[in-house]
């Protein structure tokens, strides 16, 4: 059996199999600054689920990259630093020196987790966190394919967006994986300085095919047809009231 734990913002525990996962590990709680790095922060609205000391045993971190609302400080002081932490080259450096057993992945490169029989294969995805000269100034990115394997048989796969926009790459993912099973997508509409760097509600979600009950189709994943979503943050358009988990970025004042 494999379920999903939605914690708040990007952080999710997923059991696949006999595997616990978490994702982009933010642990803020409301009122709370997560810094974003360029004069930036992001003020966390609501708590989490669930704080870091509750979390079960990991058999790893999977983070989509380095940015304070995605691991916070309070991530870095309380998860355990010799579970596998699954990221991109860029994050891997940094978290490295800190004492994590770091796990840098480049686009397609694969990292693998077996117990009882099962495989779990961790690929990274392409993404694209904005474009222009806030797509230079972001860090970079990753989506992720879970894979959850038994013997020769497929179980399961799990594609986790990340903060991603609409682009070529979910092309590029769809041709290289036409059958998902389920998309976990980063949602919010988050804007800095007027340039949106996560999917809105109407670009990110529209109403599953028939046959799905209960679950909302990909919207922004029109080149993953058929492919059902579990969308944290998901909400009816963009507008002043905030979701569960979510953050609010500013400016920094000087």
Known sequence: MSTLQFIGTATTLLRLGPFTLLTDPNFLHRGQYAYLGKGLVSKRLTDPAMDVGDLPP??????????????DRVARRGLDRSVPLV????????LGPRGFEAVALGTWEQHALERDGHRLTIESLPGVHAYGVMGRLLPPVMGSLLTLRRGEETLLTVYLT?????GDHLTAIHERHPQIDVAVVHLGGTKVLGALVTLDGAG????????APGVRGAGALRRLPGV?????????????????????????AR
């Open 58 to 71: 990991l058999d790893a971190v999977v983070l989509s990259h380095l940015h304070g609302d995605h691991f």
């Open 87 to 94: 990221t991109t080259r860029h994050a891997a450096r940094r």
């Open 162 to 166: 990340g903060d991603t926009l609409l």
């Open 204 to 211: 990110g979600v529209e109403p599953a095919a028939a046959g």
């Open 228 to 252: 059902p979503v579990a969308a944290a943050r998901l909400r009816d358009g963009v507008g002043p009231r905030a979701a569960p988990g979510d953050h609010r970025a500013h400016r920094r």
